[in-house]
C-alpha cells in the first residue's frame, strides 16, 4: 500500500527565503505526482503535475522535482511571500483496483512566511 | 477554467438523518472523488467513479454511499448520520489521471 510522507509538518520562514517542501512516497510505479495548495476552510488548488517519465515541473516561481527510484519529490518556492502561507500537499497517483486509478495524498506541510 | 461546484459550504445536521451532498464539474471529466479531510487524519478517499453509474470504493467507505446518474453529477449519501461523520467532505474530478481540480468543501457538523 502506498504512503506518502511529507517533512517537517509545519514551517516559517521570513519573507524573501526559498522554501523548501520535502515528499516521500513507498512505491515507485506510479503515473504522476501531484503538488496542491491549500487555504484555511477551503478545497485544494493545483499547483503542478509531474509525470513519471519527467524529473521536474516548473510554473512561475515554483519547481517542482521527482526522483521517482529514491520515491522523492521536492517543491521550491522562491523568494517567498506572505501570500505563500497555506497548507502544501504532495499525492501520488497509483494505479489501483482492475478500473481506476487512485491519488495518496501526504499529511501536508502548513508554511507560515512571516513579513 | 474547470469548476467544481458542491451544493453546501456548511451543513447541520442531527443524528440518524439522511444527509445528501451533491458535487457537480463542468469540464466533461470521467473521474469524480469524495474525501473527507480531518485534522491528524489528513486528506481520505472515501469513493470514486470512473464513468456513470460505476462507483468503486476507497479507503473509508463505511456508512456511506454515492450516485453518478449523470457524468457531471456525483452525490454522496450519508444514510444515517452519526457525529463521526462531523468533517470536512471535498469533491474532485479529473479527466483518466490527470491534475485533479476540487471543489470548496462542505464542513458537515452532526450533532
Known amino acids: 500500500k502506498q504512503e506518502v510522507t511529507q517533512i517537517p509538518a509545519a514551517l516559517s520562514v521570513p519573507e524573501g527565503e526559498n522554501l523548501v517542501l520535502n515528499c516521500s512516497f513507498t512505491?515507485?510505479?506510479?503515473?504522476?505526482l501531484q503538488w496542491f495548495r491549500q487555504d484555511p476552510g477551503k478545497g485544494l488548488t493545483s499547483l503542478l503535475l509531474i509525470q513519471s517519465s519527467q524529473r521536474e515541473q516548473t510554473s512561475g516561481r515554483l519547481n517542482a522535482s521527482l526522483d521517482k527510484s529514491s520515491g522523492r519529490s521536492t517543491l521550491y518556492i522562491a523568494a517567498s511571500q506572505p501570500g505563500d502561507s497555506a497548507t502544501y500537499l504532495c499525492?501520488?497517483?497509483?494505479?489501483?483496483?482492475?478500473?481506476?486509478?487512485?491519488?495518496?495524498f501526504g499529511g501536508g506541510t502548513r508554511v507560515l512566511v512571516k513579513p | 477554467d474547470v469548476k467544481v461546484t458542491q451544493s453546501s459550504r456548511y451543513l447541520v445536521k442531527r443524528t440518524g438523518e439522511k444527509v445528501f451532498l451533491e458535487c457537480v464539474q463542468d469540464m466533461d471529466h470521467e473521474n469524480m472523488f469524495w474525501y473527507r479531510q480531518d485534522p491528524g487524519l489528513g486528506l481520505r478517499l472515501i469513493y470514486f467513479s470512473y464513468d456513470v453509474k460505476m462507483k468503486e470504493k476507497g479507503d473509508i467507505p463505511e456508512g456511506y454511499s454515492v450516485s453518478r446518474e449523470k457524468k457531471e453529477r456525483f452525490s454522496l449519501i450519508l444514510e444515517s448520520a452519526s457525529t463521526n461523520q462531523t468533517s470536512m467532505y471535498l469533491c474532485?474530478?479529473?479527466?483518466?489521471?490527470?491534475?485533479?481540480?476540487f471543489g470548496p468543501g462542505t464542513r458537515l457538523l452532526v450533532l
Open positions: 499525492a501520488v497517483f497509483d494505479m489501483w483496483g482492475a478500473a481506476g486509478n487512485k491519488l495518496t
Open positions: 474532485a474530478s479529473s479527466w483518466l489521471q490527470e491534475t485533479q481540480y
Open positions: 512505491d515507485s510505479a506510479i503515473y504522476n
